[in-house]
T-cell receptor
Framework: DGGITQSPKYLFRKEGQNVTLSCEQN?????MYWYRQDPGQGLRLIYY???????QKGDIAEGYSVSREKKESFPLTVTSAQKNPTAFYLC????????????FGNGTRLTVT | QKEVEQDPGPLSVPEGAIVSLNCTYS??????FMWYRQYSRKGPELLMY????GNKEDGRFTAQVDKSSKYISLFIRDSQPSDSATYLC??????????FGTGTSLTVIP
């Protein structure tokens, strides 16, 4: 089955540690996205990538970094510079041929203490 | 003012009721409109998407877009307890920037 796989589902880290969230898709989609979801705030865009080896900052990129070395993979690193990293992180992709809607993974819940 | 406004609810209805979920928006450039369903601790699942104004029906779900009023709706007929979830609207102009509502929490009571 085609889809987007995010791992792990739950992640716990101590303050001051960097952590990397995995996102893999087998939909052959060109564009990939990372969103953060907090209660009452909706989805906020962190980074997106339309093509391998290229990515752009979203609305809340500070304290995050990404890479896009393969079409299928778009990992997100939450660095110690992110002031409030505890959140639900969602990876998404779209076909980017003309227009297509976003398809989401099932998210990673990150808790930093 | 937010680009997309959505009443967070919560909305609680009896099983079998017709549910109406709505979003308003301010950007007249929005062309594509989407509805997602999100269960607790899961990612959003695409329910329906439409282009420009008009209605689109899929089983018990109908999506409606009124661009003149900058208003979109999702109707759920014969609602079921399994429809209990948060519903997100999303929209975009041409390009690749998606704009989301904050979601409406729906509970269907058996």
């Amino acid at each position: 089955d085609g889809g987007i796989t995010q791992s792990p589902k739950y992640l716990f880290r101590k303050e001051g540690q960097n952590v990397t969230l995995s996102c893999e898709q087998n939909l052959n989609h060109d564009a990939m996205y990372w969103y953060r979801q907090d209660p009452g705030q909706g989805l906020r865009l962190i980074y997106y990538s339309q093509i391998v080896n290229d990515f752009q900052k979203g609305d809340i990129a500070e304290g995050y970094s990404v890479s896009r070395e393969k079409k299928e993979s778009f990992p997100l690193t939450v660095t110690s510079a992110q002031k409030n990293p505890t959140a639900f992180y969602l990876c998404a992709s779209s076909a980017e041929q003309g227009w297509s809607p976003l398809h989401f993974g099932n998210g990673t819940r990150l808790t930093v203490t | 003012q937010k680009e997309v406004e959505q009443d967070p609810g919560p909305l609680s209805v009896p099983e079998g009721a017709i549910v109406s979920l709505n979003c308003t928006y301010s950007n007249s450039a929005f062309q594509y409109f989407m509805w997602y369903r999100q269960y607790s601790r899961k990612g959003p699942e695409l329910l329906m998407y439409t282009y420009s104004s008009g209605n689109k029906e899929d089983g018990r779900f109908t999506a409606q877009v009124d661009k003149s009023s900058k208003y979109i709706s999702l109707f759920i007929r014969d609602s079921q307890p399994s429809d209990s979830a948060t519903y997100l609207c999303a929209m975009m102009p041409t390009g690749n920037q998606f704009y989301f509502g904050t979601g409406t929490s729906l509970t269907v009571i058996p």
